[in-house]
Structures are given as structure tokens and as C-alpha cells.
């Protein structure tokens, strides 16, 4: 019988109530994250206080939707528990994760959406947390059984997985609407889509009340849950021969064509992964009433003994990457990947020393492992064992016990991705390292070895308009990957095979310096206005939405030539025919097209 027990019988609510109080979450998060996102092309608010902003934009994001869940399921004082214990965490996180950049990243880039390893983490963290929480809450006790684990964790998957569809086919709906409307010359509704005060609480509301439908019928998650994990399992006994095949080759191919690709690590750990995922949606609750077919139970068996195989052929490739060049950041989240598909290796080859109870075995170490994976993600995610400060370690020692030569030695990674660790680090080794003093001084950030541009080929990257006129020699010489700040270039000046417009003025102003605006071909990064400088080099001054610049009316009237130059009145804007665009010094805009284009 399917043990979904998670509903208001238990926690004393009405439905008009619950109902209420989980749209008023949704609202009051949209409403939050459109006050903490950029408005009329001005800056977020408190983007001067990342300490402030990432913290308050995780919580934002997260802390709503965990209390949707669960607060038809939680009682007062277990609510509140739960909701403070999840905030002061995510602030935690939030706080933590501005404090290891240090100041080797500048402010901008403290935007949680910069971040989106940490959301996946946090997200992926509490999913399992609130899991078990809802578990326990279903059971009435401190730890479920693991039947209804199992039938809580799919639920609240596939719940929020509809629950997205949902907010998808509402969209398209109400843009297919706003589409008929514009048929009629009203364009009303489209630009009221466009507008964040608008589609960001509206957005959280539509999901929010998903959740409720989805909560509160549970057969509808049932059917989706019975036929997904069918397909699933019917897939397994294909990946158990797959895989065994790819073992039983091994010794006669050898290990040499895995190193040669560069990722062998991770391919085993997804391949390790998905045999996990098959094997789980096979025994489903582990119960013995439940009995998969012989065939596929006889394929679980073949695929638990692959996984120990495949997690020593990871962790040897990662240990001879780490033996040749150290410990990175990305090693270290490897190991980490490496030790959480050991414990499941492991454990499941343990739960097969009784085949006839194997199934029940494999439940226990199923809940061991997910305390495993949320202390892993607790360990990574504070100074313990921050990946950046274990990799920073790692480099500076082989630097100082002399494994590789200073003037081999990549001083770069300890600044661009080492962050406050490797800034750190940096200013101990200046002393004794010239090249860590001047790794110091470099910009952020630098440019990736082999894909910087060629000054002969910088002339054949660059569409200048208006047609026939051509760039100053200055402006093809300068070495743009060593302009102050030169991360916030468009890509075309520091990268091969990347093409950007140029827009030069029509009617330079007598006496005054050459103003060009760079604008990239496929719509990443915002446009850049520079200024040529009294020397003859290039400087850039202000930004602007590259999406603005690329509205139809505008990019007509600058490759016509059309006029433009900066407002008189000295404000930071851009004067293109008759149109004013905000700009703003070295900071991120974002501006919709205006109605009013010709």
C-alpha cells in the first residue's frame, strides 16, 4: 500500500489555510527577489554588501520552498525549529562563500547566480534533508522506516519536477495569450511578461501552488512514480552487461586509452551513478512483498559487483593525476565523489553476503549513505575542507619541497582560483618568488592559455559600422589581456574565433577622444564603450546591456551611421538618435527594449 501519510490529517490545518499560507510564501519570495534584483538598469540593492546580498539571496531562494513542503506535514515548534535551523544554514553557507572569495574577485561577481555549484549543493543538501525530515514526521518517530523514505524522497522528486512543468506550461500559455494580443497591435501584455515585479511573484505563486495540488493528491505522483521506476528498472540488466563487458575488455585494451581522455574519473563516477540509480529503482522500498522479477533481480546482483571495480579504477586515475600535478579544486570534489560511491560499493557488496536478505541490507546502507552525502556536503562547503584551501596547500607544497621548479610553477591558478587561500599564499611566497609578486598585480581574470588572440587576427574578428570606415592601428595593437580590468572586455578582443560588432562615431566631436562601442555576436556579455586616450591606447569607461543594443530599432540606426555620442548634460547614458540608454562605470545593467523603437 502506497505509505504517502504527509498530509493535513496530521497537522491540524485546514485547506483553505494551507492553501493560503503556502501561495503567501510563494508571493512574499517573488516580491524578495524582485527587491534584490537590478531595476530601471541601477544596480541590485545592497551590491556593495556581498556579505549581505549572497546570504539574503540564498535564503530568498531556498528557505520558501523548504517551508512549502513541509509545512503541512510540521507542527508549530518543529516548524519553527526547522525553519530557523534551515535559515541560519543557508545564511552560513552564504556568509562562508563570500569570505573564501576574498578580494580576489571583484563585488560584481558575488551574485549567487556567479554561484550556481553552491545552490546545486545547497539545494541537493536540504532535498535530502527534508526528506528524511518528512519521513520521520510520517512515521512519528525520529527515524523512518525505509519504505517510507524511499516513498517521501520520490514523492517530493517527482512532485517538484511537475510542479516545474507546471510553471513552464503557464508561461506558455500566457505568452501564447500576450502573442494573440500583439496580433491586434496590443502589446500590453507582452511587456507586462517582461517586467520582474511582474513575472517573479507570479512565478513563485504558480509553483507554490503546484506543490499544493501535487501534495494534496498523491495518486497523481503515484502513477508517474509506478511507471517511471518500471522504464528504469528494465534498463538495468542492458547496463549491467554493458558495464561488465567494459570490465571484462580492460585486460586486454589496458588502462592506457582511460588516461587519454583526461576525464576517466568522472565518466566512471556517472557510470558508477547511473548503475546506483537502476539498482534502487529495481528493489524500489526494499520490502519483501515487493520482489523484483528474477531476471532483474539477478542484474542487480551482476551490477553491485561492477561498482567496487569502477571505483578503483577512478580512484587510481585521480591518484595519478594527483601524484604528477597535485591536488585542484576539482580533484578534491573527485575524491570526494569517489569516497561517496565507495561507501555505496562497499555497502552494497556488504548487502550481498546474504543473498536472500540482500535487498533488506541494501535499505540500511541506503540511509547511512545519505547522513554520508549531507556531512561531505557540510565538510566542503565550510573552512574544513574547503576544496580551494586543500588544492592551495597542495600547490604551495609542491612548489616549496621543490617537486616542480619555480619557473614551472603556475602561480596563475593560486591566483584566479586559490581565492582568499591562494591570495594568502601569494603574499607568504612574494618574498622568496618574484613570479608570485607579479601573479599578484595581475587582473582578473586571466585570459586561458592557447586561446588568446593574435593581433593579425584581431582585424578579421571585428565588424566595424558604419561601413567603409576602419579602426585606429592603436586599437588592433593594444594588448587588450593586459587592460586593467580586462575580464569585463567582450570576448573578441581576448580570444580567438570570437566576433564582435564595432560601432565607431558617425561625427566625432572636434577636440574630443574617439569613442568606440563593442558589441559581441552571440549575445553574451553586455556592450562596452572605450575611449581612445591622449597616448593614442584604449580604455574602457562605461557598460551597457548588450540585450538593448541588440533591439532591432537600435542596431538598425548604428549600422546606418546614425549619430551617437554621450549625453551633454554629462550623465551616464548614450545618446543613439533620439533614444537615451543608461550606462553605468563598470557595472552590470539590465534594460529591456523600449516600445517605443521606430
Not at 502513477?223 to 563487458?245: C, D, E, Q, Y
Not at 580590468?485 to 574630443?512: D, F, H, I, M
Request: proline residues 6%; contains cysteine.
Amino acid at each position: 500500500m502506497f505509505s504517502f501519510t504527509l498530509s493535513l490529517r496530521h497537522s491540524g490545518l485546514g485547506q483553505l489555510r494551507l492553501v493560503g499560507i503556502r501561495l503567501l510564501l510563494g508571493l512574499m519570495q517573488g516580491l524578495a527577489l524582485y527587491a534584490l534584483s537590478p531595476v530601471q538598469g541601477q544596480p541590485a540593492p545592497l551590491s556593495d554588501l556581498p556579505y549581505v546580498l549572497l546570504p539574503l539571496q540564498l535564503t530568498v531562494l531556498l528557505l520558501p520552498l523548504l517551508l512549502i513542503d513541509v509545512v503541512g506535514a510540521l507542527k508549530g515548534a518543529a516548524l519553527w525549529r526547522w525553519g530557523l535551523l534551515a535559515a541560519m544554514l543557508l545564511w552560513a553557507l552564504g556568509v562562508h562563500e563570500v569570505w573564501r572569495q576574498g578580494s580576489a574577485v571583484p563585488a560584481p561577481h558575488f551574485s549567487l547566480f556567479q554561484k550556481s555549484g553552491l545552490l546545486l549543493a545547497a539545494g541537493f543538501g536540504f532535498f535530502i534533508a527534508e526528506s528524511l525530515l518528512l519521513a520521520g514526521a510520517a512515521d512519528q518517530r525520529r527515524m523512518a522506516s525505509y519504505a517510507t523514505c524511499f516513498d517521501t524522497t520520490w514523492k517530493l522528486l517527482l512532485q517538484w519536477q511537475i510542479s516545474v512543468l507546471f510553471v513552464a506550461g503557464l508561461w506558455l500559455v500566457l505568452w501564447f495569450g500576450a502573442a494573440n494580443f500583439s496580433l491586434l497591435g496590443l502589446d500590453g501584455p507582452k511587456r507586462l511578461l517582461k517586467q520582474d515585479w511582474f513575472a517573479l511573484p507570479l512565478s513563485c505563486s504558480a509553483l507554490a501552488c503546484a506543490l499544493h495540488l501535487y501534495d494534496q493528491r498523491p495518486a497523481l505522483v503515484l502513477g508517474g512514480r509506478t511507471m517511471l521506476l518500471t522504464l528504469l528498472s528494465w534498463m538495468l540488466p542492458l547496463a549491467s552487461l554493458a558495464v561488465g563487458g567494459f570490465l571484462l575488455a580492460l585486460p586486454w585494451t589496458g588502462l592506457q586509452p582511460l588516461w587519454s581522455t583526461g576525464h576517466a574519473s568522472w565518466v566512471l563516477l556517472g557510470t558508477l551513478l547511473a548503475l546506483v540509480l537502476l539498482i534502487n529503482a529495481t528493489l524500489q522500498d526494499c520490502r519483501a512483498d515487493h520482489r523484483p522479477p528474477r531476471v532483474l533481480d539477478w542484474s542487480g546482483r551482476m551490477a553491485v559487483c561492477c561498482l567496487l571495480p569502477l571505483v578503483l579504477i577512478a580512484a587510481y586515475a585521480l591518484g595519478l593525476r594527483v601524484a604528477d600535478y597535485g591536488w585542484t579544486e576539482e580533484r578534491v570534489l573527485g575524491a570526494a565523489g569517489i569516497g561517496v560511491a565507495a561507501c555505496y560499493a562497499l555497502g552494497y557488496g556488504w548487502a550481498l553476503l546474504r543473498p536472500r536478505h540482500w535487498s533488506e541490507r541494501l535499505a540500511r546502507v541506503n540511509v547511512g549513505n545519505a547522513f554520508v552525502v549531507l556531512a561531505l556536503l557540510l565538510l566542503l562547503f565550510s573552512p574544513l575542507a574547503d576544496p580551494a584551501r586543500l588544492a592551495v596547500q597542495s600547490q604551495r607544497a609542491r612548489l616549496e619541497s621543490g617537486r616542480v621548479a619555480p619557473s614551472k610553477f603556475d602561480y596563475d591558478y593560486l591566483r584566479f582560483s586559490g581565492l582568499r587561500y591562494g591570495r594568502e599564499a601569494l603574499e607568504q611566497l612574494q618574498a622568496t618568488y618574484p613570479a608570485a609578486a607579479q601573479a599578484l598585480q595581475r587582473e582578473y581574470p586571466l585570459p586561458k592559455r592557447g586561446e588568446e588572440v593574435a593581433e593579425f587576427q584581431l582585424a578579421s574578428q571585428l565588424q566595424v559600422w558604419p561601413a567603409g570606415r576602419q579602426l585606429p592601428p592603436s586599437f588592433l595593437m593594444q594588448n587588450w589581456s593586459a587592460t586593467a580590468e580586462s575580464w569585463r572586455l567582450p570576448e573578441c578582443l581576448r580570444y580567438a574565433k570570437k566576433q564582435c560588432n564595432v560601432y565607431l562615431q558617425a561625427n566625432p566631436v572636434p577636440g574630443a577622444p574617439l569613442l568606440a562601442l563593442v558589441v559581441e555576436r552571440d549575445d553574451r556579455g553586455d556592450a562596452v564603450l572605450m575611449r581612445q586616450t591622449a597616448s593614442g591606447s584604449w580604455e574602457l569607461t562605461h557598460t551597457v546591456s548588450s540585450k538593448i543594443i541588440r533591439c532591432p530599432g537600435f542596431q538598425q540606426q548604428l549600422q546606418a551611421g546614425s549619430a551617437w555620442q554621450l549625453v551633454p548634460s554629462g550623465r551616464q547614458a548614450l545618446l543613439i538618435g533620439r533614444q537615451q540608454l543608461q550606462m553605468s562605470p563598470l557595472q552590470e545593467l539590465l534594460i529591456d527594449c523600449p516600445a517605443d523603437l521606430p
